[in-house]
């Protein structure tokens, strides 16, 4: 197959499919177009331009207040233009967002072979995460070839879903690939990190704290915010919190937040900032899913403030742990790892379950076989 269209639409799937595309690009066989939906626009440009990757086509289909219907409504319609114009053998998409289940449904009605990375995550809830559990499961049920990040993956394709095993890959995970490309490739003379580098307290320990989860909205985000309220009260820490535009995210946080002492709220990163802030932190507590899976390989521990997660290998190492949404919780795990040595020391002694930075040559490799 040498016509290979890889689509995607938000800065997480334009981190993990970037070192891929620049891996297929290697190879002079293949005929490689790039498509973005911008899903994400402003998030996804930023990406773009770090890693040097010009999309052929952009359907720029993100608009304010758009719902999860009219973004999928628009994706198929307007992704038809596209199959139509290159005529792909392959289309890759990308883990868990509307692009990709869309994307991936647009192609099988085509009668066009779809690759997905980053396959057989899963919950097995479908409110949780939401949209994305659907959206993968959707994506996994009409995939022709799976490359999965880990064994798990794998077996929750082969063993719960009956996929026939020779058409499921286990690759690591391309987001290893993009942290180690640009942990490589940063700037430190950037005037924005020059910036928030001088807003650092030196003297003291950064928690780096992120959050964006649907399902934790509400009570539960005004929860993790008092946690975090509570931990600005010690005089040995630096929360930094990068705040989400969704004014779901905004107003609790600041509300609760804002002009504390210890707690630097910022607007959000773009991904060159945010591996260099990462790099510098002591501790993450997060919602995110990448960053349970980049987090490792820096040797960082997380604590995710969701009840469960589609990236249990991470717990099962003890690289990340399960807080859940109260305060209580929260407050606990965080302060056992900023006092406690030896229990800081037990979430960083293992090697990332999802993998050494291998996996876009190891899918290049598969992909010129089929």
Known sequence: MDKILIC??????????????????????????????????????????????????????????????QLSSRILSKIDVVLDDFKPELVLVHGDTTTSSMVALASFHKHIKVAHIEAGLRTYNKNAPFPEEINRQITGRIADYHFAPTRQAADNLIYNEKIDSSNVYVTGNTVIDALLLGIKHINIERLEILELDKKLD????????????????????????????????????????????????????????????????????????????????????????????????????VLVTREVTERQEAVEVNAVKLVGTTKKTILTEAIKLLDNKEEYNKMISNDNPYGDGNASRKIKDIISLL
């Open 202 to 301: 030196k003297k003291k320990r950064i928690i780096l704290m992120t959050g964006h989860r649907r399902e934790n909205f509400g009570e539960k985000f005004e929860s993790i915010c008092e946690a975090l309220l509570e931990l600005s009260k010690r005089d040995d820490i630096q929360i930094i919190y990068p705040v989400h535009l969704n004014p779901k995210v905004q107003e609790p946080v600041t509300k609760i937040l804002k002009n504390i002492d210890n707690i630097l709220l910022v607007n959000p990163l773009d991904y060159e900032i945010f591996i260099w802030l990462m790099n510098k932190s002591y501790l993450i507590i997060t919602d995110s899913g990448g960053v349970q899976e980049e987090a490792p390989s820096l040797k960082i521990p």
């Open 8 to 69: 995607f639409g938000t800065r997480p799937e334009a981190i993990k499919m970037a070192p891929l595309i620049l891996e297929l690009k290697k190879n002079s066989s293949f005929k490689i177009a790039v498509c973005v939906t911008a899903q994400h626009r402003e998030m996804l440009d930023q990406v773009l331009f770090f890693f040097k990757i010009t999309p052929d086509y952009d359907l720029n289909l993100m608009q304010s207040n758009q719902t999860l219907n």
